[in-house]
């Protein structure tokens, strides 16, 4: 779910390029690198944790795409795995598991996206086609930070109310349709 990293160097492209697997994720950026993260991990409640991993990740773009791409299990990784679930156990969630991978995929999406809004605003909307869309576009701050709290908030008192289980045993989210 979850990697923190930090910059690669002007002449870090220089360096050889090296294989990993999925359990050497936390190594593609030295993870331990970034105190606030290590901070936010030790010491933050779950709506804080998930700003500082926002954050984390919009200086860190490139890491949305790794996670993406493999299943992350380096130390730093499962450290912030286990706060998330372990918060989201004490807050009630029906489904830890199901929750954690809810807020982390909404995250991550945000972050990645995030670049794109200036060209968002940039971008007209024809209003032929999508006339509310264009007169809500012209009245829309794109304020990506308040749109990240706007559905993390949202998204966490959901988390807080659904079991996505079935009671098959599968150790996870719903295998199926409901």
């Not at 002449?11 to 690198?33: F, L, N, S, Y």
């Not at 009630?92 to 991978?101: I, R």
Request: proline content about 7%.
């Amino acid at each position: 779910m979850f990697v923190y990293a930090d910059p690669v160097s002007y002449w870090g492209h220089r360096k050889p390029v090296h294989r990993t697997r999925a359990v050497d994720t936390d190594e593609i950026g030295r993870t331990a690198a970034d105190p606030a993260m290590r901070h936010a991990v030790d010491t933050c409640e779950l709506t804080d944790l998930m700003l500082a991993y926002h954050a984390h990740l919009t200086r860190h773009g490139w890491a949305c795409l790794v996670i993406g791409m493999r299943a992350p299990r380096g130390p730093h990784y499962l450290r912030l795995s286990e706060r998330m679930i372990a918060l989201l156990d004490e807050l009630g969630a029906p489904d830890p598991l199901s929750a954690a991978y809810t807020l982390a995929n909404f995250t991550l999406g945000s972050a990645l996206t995030q670049p794109m809004a200036p060209s968002e605003r940039a971008a007209p909307v024809d209003a032929e086609i999508a006339p509310r869309y264009a007169r809500l576009h012209t009245e829309h701050p794109v304020d990506t930070d308040a749109v990240f709290r706007s559905g993390l908030t949202a998204l966490t008192g959901t988390a807080l109310t659904r079991d996505d289980t079935d009671g098959a045993g599968h150790g996870g989210a719903r295998q199926g349709p409901r």
